[in-house]
Structures are given as structure tokens and as C-alpha cells.
T-cell receptor, first 111, second 118 residues
Framework: GEDVEQSLFLSVREGDSSVINCTYTDSSSTYLYWYKQEPGAGLQLLTY?????DMKQDQRLTVLLNKKDKHLSLRIADTQTGDSAIYFCAERTGGSYIPTFGRGTSLIVHP | DTEVTQTPKHLVMGMTNKKSLKCEQHMGHRAMYWYKQKAKKPPELMFVYSYEKLSINESVPSRFSPECPNSSLLNLHLHALQPEDSALYLC?????????????????FGEGSRLTVL
């Protein structure tokens, strides 16, 4: 069955880069997403990547996809305290409109 | 307008009460979702409506009753809930449009309704 794994916690200093990793098992995954959830709020889509891409960059965010290893990462450059949140990786196959979410990585940014 | 609006933001109810959660989107999305989220956990899918028809019910207890009055609105009717039903209830929508057999579009989430059952 489908499975999406993430480490639960990441702690970084303000100004450093953060790298949040995700692995998935479904080789037919077509769309891969990163969502951000701040305390008490809903999930905000940060970025997504199609499986035929290796990399996508959007301002401070860089997504890398290694399809062979089924590994997805989100790099946040110049991490700020406002980036503290839970980051969910999610994947979806082309034939479904239901994404599978990872357990979320709690990013803590220290001043 | 890329917003999904949920009301109320907070709801406290007793186990014998009947209440409703409401969700609205004006993005023309044809798929709408209800998720339940417990603290520090990922969202769990409850229901999916596609083109105003219930297409997925993830074996949710009947004390939760979804309703999709039109393509912009989604309700979740609550009756005789249990304290363990206390959670953040999230509504989401996506374009849900078939394109050569593929569904395109990511999920857009509302801010959620925080439900406490006493």
C-alpha cells in the first residue's frame, strides 16, 4: 500500500538552511506536494512537483525529487522564525484525487 | 479568490447537541473534502464529494453526516458526538477535473473548525 515517511522533528538556527526529507513507496506517484501548517491553522500548499521533474525552485524554497530512490526534499534557504511550523509531504497518483500525507515534520527555528 | 472559508472557527458542544460545520469555496472546484485532524497528526480523510455527489466515505460513524447543497458549499452535520470526536475539522477543495484520465489540481484547505465535545 501507499506509505509516506518523514522524520518528526527538525531544529535549525535562524538564517541557516533547513532540509526536510520525505520518502514514499508508491512508484506510480505522479504529484508530490509540500504543505505547511502553522499552529491552530489549516494546511497551506507551499509547492508541488510532478514526477517527471527533478527540481523546482520558488524563491527560498527548493524541491528536489529523486524518483529512483522515491525521495523528496524541501530546502528552505535563510530560515526565519516565521517558518516554524509542521511541514507535510503528500503524494498522489494520476488516477486518484486523494493524496496520501506523511506524518509531518515539526520545524523549530531558534533565534 | 483562492480561499476556502470555514465556519465556525471554534465550536463547543455537548454529547446531545446537534450542530453543523460549514465550508464555502468560490474557485469553481468540483471536488470537496472533509478531513479530521488530531493534534500532531496528519489529516485523516472522512468524506469526498465529486460534482456534488458523495464519492468517498471512509467508514465514518453516522453521527457525522455530510451534505453538499451546491458546488460551492459543503456542510458537516454533527449529532450525538463523543468526546473523542474533539479535533480540528478541515475542509478542502480541488479542481477535480479529468484531463485524459488524470485528475489535476492540488488541495486548497480552509483554516479549520476546532471542535470540542464535552
Amino acid at each position: 500500500g501507499e506509505d509516506v515517511e518523514q522524520s518528526l522533528f527538525l531544529s535549525v538556527r535562524e538564517g541557516d538552511s533547513s532540509v526536510i526529507n520525505c520518502t514514499y513507496t508508491d512508484s506510480s506517484s505522479t504529484y508530490l506536494y509540500w504543505y505547511k501548517q502553522e499552529p491552530g491553522a489549516g494546511l497551506q500548499l507551499l509547492t508541488y512537483i510532478f514526477s517527471n521533474m527533478d527540481m523546482k525552485q520558488d524563491q527560498r524554497l527548493t524541491v528536489l525529487l529523486n524518483k529512483k530512490d522515491k525521495h523528496l526534499s524541501l530546502r528552505i534557504a535563510d530560515t526565519q522564525t516565521g517558518d516554524s511550523a509542521i511541514y507535510f509531504c503528500a503524494e498522489r497518483t494520476g488516477g486518484s484525487y486523494i493524496p496520501t500525507f506523511g506524518r509531518g515534520t515539526s520545524l523549530i527555528v531558534h533565534p | 479568490d483562492t480561499e476556502v472559508t470555514q465556519t465556525p472557527k471554534h465550536l463547543v458542544m455537548g454529547m446531545t447537541n446537534k450542530k453543523s460545520l460549514k465550508c464555502e469555496q468560490h474557485m469553481g472546484h468540483r471536488a470537496m473534502y472533509w478531513y479530521k485532524q488530531k493534534a500532531k497528526k496528519p489529516p485523516e480523510l472522512m468524506f469526498v464529494y465529486s460534482y456534488e455527489k458523495l464519492s468517498i466515505n471512509e467508514s465514518v460513524p453516522s453521527r457525522f453526516s455530510p451534505e453538499c447543497p451546491n458546488s460551492s458549499l459543503l456542510n458537516l452535520h454533527l449529532h450525538a458526538l463523543q468526546p473523542e470526536d474533539s479535533a480540528l475539522y478541515l475542509c478542502a477543495s480541488s479542481s477535480g477535473i479529468f484531463d485524459r484520465g488524470q485528475i489535476t489540481g492540488e488541495l486548497f484547505f480552509g483554516e479549520g473548525s476546532r471542535l470540542t465535545v464535552l
